[in-house]
């Protein structure tokens, strides 16, 4: 049986690996996993996964790069090797549009104050190596202009 619930806010599928015959978890982060990390989770944690795939209800297959709170929005069916599971996604536990939307505001601002507090480190360590190559060159040059100023 396949198990979708919410953990701490993130969902959580519970599926039956084929190879060792029991159950797992995983966590999802709805907004930055896709159907893709989802399905090589899978094939990871159970080398005896030879096929899987999500599709609708209706039999239309879901493309790797959706979403997991895409994937999540409606019911669909998970097809690992040749046994196909029917996964109800629990509509009142899911985050709203609005919540949603926010996570994703909070996470371009906390990436732009990153690069922020990361961009002068950068341009230090940019030019010490340009320094240090410089150096290096000064010391390499230094012969040849011996020579060329003794002629």
């Known amino acids: 049986e396949l198990n979708v ?6 969902p959580k599928i519970t599926v039956p690996l084929p190879s060792r015959k029991e159950r797992c978890s995983f966590v999802l982060k709805p907004i930055s996993n896709t159907v893709g990390d989802f399905l090589d989770m899978l094939k990871r ?3 005896g996964i030879d096929r899987v795939v999500c599709k609708s209800q209706d039999g239309t297959r879901i493309a790797s790069s959706n ?3 895409t994937l999540l ?3 669909f069916k998970l097809i690992i090797n040749d046994n ?3 996964v109800s996604t629990p509509k009142d536990e899911r985050l709203s549009t609005e919540e949603v939307q926010n996570l994703a505001d909070i996470k371009t ?3 732009r104050l990153y690069q922020a507090l ?3 480190e950068h341009q230090v360590s940019k ?3 340009l320094l240090a190559q410089l150096e290096t060159l000064k010391l390499e040059v230094q012969p040849l202009e011996t020579v060329y100023l003794a002629c």
């Open 109 to 111: 601002i906390v990436n």
């Open 118 to 120: 990361h961009v002068d």
């Open 5 to 10: 619930e919410y953990h701490k806010g993130l």
């Open 45 to 47: 944690e159970d080398k």
């Open 84 to 86: 196909s599971y029917n």
């Open 73 to 75: 929005d409606e019911d």
């Open 127 to 129: 030019e010490k190596e």
């Open 67 to 69: 979403t997991i709170e």
